[in-house]
């Protein structure tokens, strides 16, 4: 059996697993050692010594860096001695001699690691009397990052990030002494993708997003949890937004599912929903385009519906569903076409797209596992893109609502569109597909909206609106169900935890759950199963 060695921490005693740091001891009793170089999810080299602390492992105290030493049995360790605080305070003078204090005007200023450790552990004024050496003050290291070397304090860990994560290794460290610096291996550019991560670890402000580089305050921006639509990963996020606009999309830690990481592509995708927005209806007939408002296209979608079942039968009516929606939307879209009895396909955007062993999934839909859950649990019938043009060239789809334009289809999917006598829709921006539409009505965006999403794996997660939005433009779910009471039919949802509550009762794998207790790193509810495409 092994053993787990009891140490004493600032008077304190602690029994932990054998292998484990005197930094993550330390953290066990709430006791919290300063650190640079150190993150969880990289290799510990222990070269910013910022960590260091006063240990006594029977030979007498000595300072040792905390993130490498693993805890003995036996050890005292002193994180607030007056050597260690000397240490602390000199480390921070060393690592700050050529640093040029430029607080005001860095983009890392309110989340700094170095401000934060500098007004906690030192507050001393420089002692240096001799010019600061200088270094590049804006490298463009690849598309998404720019450096500035002169901010650096060389803690390596953006260089363990591409050698151990990323494994594509572009950066290195180069020169010596003072004279150390960040750069690219030459011939390479910073481009893999996840470099936005390095921007996230790095402690300084010597690697920021070009993309998010003097566009807002951090202190100023109001951040919200929320979750990445833009695979079956569905990563962790938090989401920054300033004045109503997103201005950032950063990772959220979560073990269960993304670590501490989220690719570029995924944090940048807000960027495609800021133009072409549907803030009305619209409607188009012979080529004249009109706006509604937003309740009067519900109402026009519920009337078309309508007239379609009274003249030829709920078969005659397609809905075209988007495995990228929530729960909650799919869930309310497959209760309206039972109880009409319309015909559901889902399409979605593609399922076979890039995919690495990190995060990124080649299904680029975020509920494709959620979606087949609630179907399979309500016995929905469906079919796929393939079955929806055919049965449009036998002439049984007579309306199809379009729920989402963001769908991969086709070019002869599209075009058997084309021919179905109504095509209605209900989307948030505008795509191709829908330039075939006779009426839209608007919804909302996913940042505009509340929802729960399940992954690849079957891990539920809930994410929350992060953007306000005009009060009448509705979310899907209760966009949907309005207009099922406009064309006559009873669905009557008003509140989302209302909708998850129904889907818990029907639906097995959702069963004990409640919308507003759910955790927010989720919540595995089912095993991990085959999640492919319809």
Same mark, same amino acid.
């Not at 304190?12 to 993550?24: A, I, S």
């Given at each position: 059996?092994?053993?787990?060695?009891?140490? +004493?921490?600032?008077?304190?005693? &602690?029994? =932990?697993?054998?292998?484990?740091? *005197? !930094?993550? /001891?330390?953290?066990?009793?709430?006791?919290?050692?300063?650190?640079?170089?150190?993150?969880?999810?990289?290799?510990?080299?222990?070269?910013?010594?910022?960590?260091?602390?006063?240990?006594?492992?029977?030979?007498?105290?000595?300072?040792?860096?905390?993130?490498?030493?693993?805890?003995?049995?036996?050890?005292?360790?002193?994180?607030?001695?007056?050597?260690?605080?000397?240490?602390?305070?000199?480390?921070?003078?060393?690592?700050?001699?050529?640093?040029?204090?430029?607080?005001?005007?860095?983009?890392?200023?309110?989340?700094?690691?170095?401000?934060?450790?500098?007004?906690?552990?030192?507050?001393?004024?420089?002692?240096?009397?001799?010019? +600061?050496?200088?270094?590049?003050? &804006?490298? =463009?290291?690849?598309?998404?990052? *720019? !450096?500035? /070397?002169?901010?650096?304090?060389?803690?390596?860990?953006?260089?363990?990030?591409?050698?151990?994560?990323?494994?594509?290794?572009?950066?290195?460290?180069?020169?010596?002494?003072?004279?150390?610096?960040?750069?690219?291996?030459?011939?390479?550019?910073?481009?893999?993708?996840?470099?936005?991560?390095?921007?996230?670890?790095?402690?300084?402000?010597?690697?920021?997003?070009?993309?998010?580089?003097?566009?807002?305050?951090?202190?100023?921006?109001?951040?919200?949890?929320?979750?990445?639509?833009?695979?079956?990963?569905?990563?962790?996020?938090?989401?920054?937004?300033?004045?109503?606009?997103?201005?950032?999309?950063?990772?959220?830690?979560?073990?269960?599912?993304?670590?501490?990481?989220?690719?570029?592509?995924?944090?940048?995708?807000?960027?495609?929903?800021?133009?072409?927005?549907?803030?009305?209806?619209?409607?188009?007939?012979?080529?004249?385009?009109?706006?509604?408002?937003?309740?009067?296209?519900?109402?026009?979608?519920?009337?078309?519906?309508?007239?379609?079942?009274?003249?030829?039968?709920?078969?005659?009516?397609?809905?075209?569903?988007?495995?990228?929606?929530?729960?909650?939307?799919?869930?309310?879209?497959?209760?309206?076409?039972?109880?009409?009895?319309?015909?559901?396909?889902?399409?979605?955007?593609?399922?076979?797209?890039?995919?690495?062993?990190?995060?990124?999934?080649?299904?680029?839909?975020?509920?494709?596992?959620?979606?087949?859950?609630?179907?399979?649990?309500?016995?929905?019938?469906?079919?796929?893109?393939?079955?929806?043009?055919?049965?449009?060239?036998?002439?049984?789809?007579?309306?199809?609502?379009?729920?989402?334009?963001?769908?991969?289809?086709?070019?002869?999917?599209?075009?058997?569109?084309?021919?179905?006598?109504?095509?209605?829709?209900?989307?948030?921006?505008?795509?191709?597909?829908?330039?075939?539409?006779?009426?839209?009505?608007?919804?909302?965006?996913?940042?505009?909206?509340?929802?729960?999403?399940?992954?690849?794996?079957?891990?539920?997660?809930?994410?929350?609106?992060?953007?306000?939005?005009?009060?009448?433009?509705?979310?899907?779910?209760?966009?949907?169900?309005?207009?099922?009471?406009?064309?006559?039919?009873?669905?009557?949802?008003?509140?989302?935890?209302?909708?998850?509550?129904?889907?818990?009762?029907?639906?097995?794998?959702?069963?004990?759950?409640?919308?507003?207790?759910?955790?927010?790193?989720?919540?595995?509810?089912?095993?991990?199963?085959?999640?492919?495409?319809?």
């Amino acid at each position: 059996m092994i053993s787990m060695p009891t140490l +004493k921490i600032n008077d304190q005693e &602690v029994t =932990v697993e054998q292998g484990t740091t *005197v !930094l993550k /001891a330390a953290a066990e009793t709430g006791v919290e050692i300063p650190t640079f170089c150190y993150h969880p999810g990289l290799s510990a080299p222990a070269n910013c010594r910022m960590c260091l602390v006063e240990i006594d492992g029977g030979r007498g105290p000595q300072l040792m860096p905390a993130c490498y030493t693993q805890a003995g049995e036996g050890m005292d360790v002193k994180t607030d001695s007056p050597t260690t605080k000397d240490a602390q305070k000199s480390v921070l003078e060393f690592i700050l001699l050529n640093h040029p204090v430029d607080c005001p005007i860095c983009d890392q200023a309110g989340e700094c690691t170095l401000q934060d450790h500098y007004f906690d552990y030192s507050a001393q004024p420089s002692r240096l009397r001799h010019t +600061k050496v200088h270094k590049p003050k &804006v490298k =463009v290291l690849g598309p998404n990052i *720019v !450096l500035d /070397a002169e901010r650096c304090i060389l803690c390596t860990r953006c260089v363990r990030f591409c050698d151990e994560v990323t494994e594509t290794h572009e950066l290195r460290v180069t020169q010596r002494g003072d004279h150390s610096e960040i750069t690219t291996f030459p011939g390479l550019d910073l481009d893999n993708k996840y470099s936005l991560c390095t921007a996230d670890i790095c402690p300084v402000g010597a690697l920021t997003s070009r993309g998010f580089r003097f566009k807002a305050r951090v202190w100023n921006n109001k951040r919200t949890k929320s979750v990445c639509d833009q695979c079956a990963r569905n990563c962790s996020t938090f989401v920054d937004t300033l004045r109503n606009d997103v201005k950032r999309v950063s990772p959220r830690t979560n073990e269960e599912v993304n670590s501490w990481w989220a690719c570029d592509e995924g944090r940048t995708a807000f960027k495609k929903y800021q133009e072409g927005r549907y803030l009305k209806g619209v409607i188009s007939h012979e080529g004249t385009t009109n706006e509604l408002a937003p309740s009067d296209s519900y109402h026009r979608l519920g009337s078309q519906l309508s007239q379609t079942v009274e003249a030829h039968g709920g078969e005659a009516v397609g809905i075209l569903i988007h495995p990228s929606w929530s729960n909650e939307d799919i869930f309310v879209a497959a209760q309206f076409a039972m109880e009409a009895g319309f015909s559901l396909y889902v399409g979605g955007r593609a399922t076979d797209g890039y995919e690495d062993n990190i995060l990124i999934r080649g299904d680029k839909n975020a509920n494709r596992y959620g979606m087949n859950l609630i179907l399979e649990a309500m016995g929905v019938k469906h079919g796929g893109v393939d079955s929806l043009a055919a049965a449009i060239e036998a002439g049984t789809i007579r309306t199809l609502l379009i729920l989402d334009g963001e769908h991969a289809l086709p070019e002869s999917v599209i075009t058997s569109i084309g021919q179905v006598e109504k095509v209605i829709a209900l989307a948030a921006w505008q795509t191709p597909i829908l330039d075939a539409a006779h009426v839209i009505a608007p919804t909302r965006l996913v940042y505009e909206r509340g929802g729960t999403f399940v992954n690849f794996e079957g891990h539920i997660q809930r994410f929350h609106k992060t953007q306000m939005h005009d009060v009448n433009i509705l979310s899907p779910w209760h966009a949907l169900s309005t207009i099922a009471r406009a064309g006559g039919w009873d669905m009557q949802y008003d509140r989302i935890s209302d909708v998850f509550a129904g889907m818990a009762e029907m639906v097995p794998r959702f069963a004990g759950l409640a919308y507003q207790e759910l955790p927010d790193d989720g919540v595995t509810t089912v095993q991990a199963a085959s999640t492919g495409a319809v």
